[in-house]
């Protein structure tokens, strides 16, 4: 499993189901079209997908901060 940070490449939006999809070894539009399935049910998804934008650093910083 890689580290999570939202990948430079494979964004839609904010790239953190691309993030997911590259940690978890599936698919990102198999985690997009979830994303979108879960957004029809009553919760916080919105907020989650806000919270992880903001909260994951990008792999542009990741790559750039490493020793």
């Known amino acids: 499993m890689s580290r999570l940070a ?6 839609v939006i904010g790239g953190v189901c691309a993030a997911l999809a590259r940690r978890y070894g ?3 539009t198999t985690v997009r079209v979830v994303f ?3 957004c029809l049910l009553p919760g916080p998804q919105f907020l989650l997908y806000l919270a992880l934008w903001i909260l994951l650093p ?5 790559r ?3 020793w």
């Open 58 to 62: 990008s792999e542009h910083k990741v």
């Open 64 to 66: 750039t901060s490493a």
């Open 36 to 38: 979108l399935a879960s």
């Open 6 to 11: 939202r990948p430079t490449d494979n964004r």
């Open 26 to 28: 599936t698919s990102a």
